[in-house]
């Protein structure tokens, strides 16, 4: 279906000012297809398609692309996931910018943090740590940051607890996979 092929991740206002050049991957059940807008065009899958945007009222916008109306209707229904209707047909898409894709590309999701250990994804600086030993933390709350090839990533709290033991400090360079802060269950 080809109206599934332009989707983007916001419906809002804000996407007219969205940086020329920016990548967004839109996943569509197995399919995914690469939007960006660059030159006054959106571009998807490597194909330049004409497009203007007119948002209608919130969670509701018209887009004409290479000529044709598409309206399309869109619900958040968690982080990073739509509902959108477009024609009469619901489905639902997970929409990642370029560092969501970054970091899933260099390893830098879910599997960074297992069981009451935050590990190293990769090679990095520690720039900061957000939390000192006898903290209480919360699941998903962040722990430290981590500079990896030019990105600042905050690794989270795989779970809630206290946090038994720091092994790394500000500055320290530190190897992919090395166990970098303990939690314990409270």
């Known amino acids: 279906m080809s ?21 967004y991957r839109a996943l569509v059940d197995d399919r995914a297809f690469d939007i960006a807008i660059q030159d006054d065009q959106l571009v998807v899958d490597g194909e330049a398609k004409d497009y ?14 290479d000529g044709a109306s598409v309206p399309v209707s869109v619900e958040p229904t968690g982080k ?52 000192e030993v006898g903290d209480e933390v919360a699941v998903d709350e962040g722990l430290l940051v981590l500079e990896a090839m030019k990105m600042e990533n905050e690794l989270k709290a795989p779970s809630g607890g206290v946090v038994q033991a720091i092994y790394a400090a500000s500055g320290d360079a530190v190897d992919k996979d090395a166990l970098l802060i303990k939690i314990e269950a409270a």
């Open 80 to 131: 990073d996931t739509l509902r959108v209707t477009i024609d009469g047909r619901r489905t639902e898409v997970q929409v990642k910018d370029e560092r969501d894709l970054l970091v899933e590309e260099f390893g830098l999701g879910e599997e960074a943090v297992a069981g009451g250990e935050v590990r190293a994804p990769m090679p990095g600086l520690v720039l900061d740590l957000l939390v």
């Open 3 to 23: 109206g599934d092929r332009v989707v983007l991740p916001q419906t809002d206002a804000s996407l007219m000012d969205a940086s020329d050049g920016q990548v």
């Open 52 to 65: 203007t945007f007119e948002v209608l009222r919130e969670g509701y916008v018209s887009m004409i692309v």
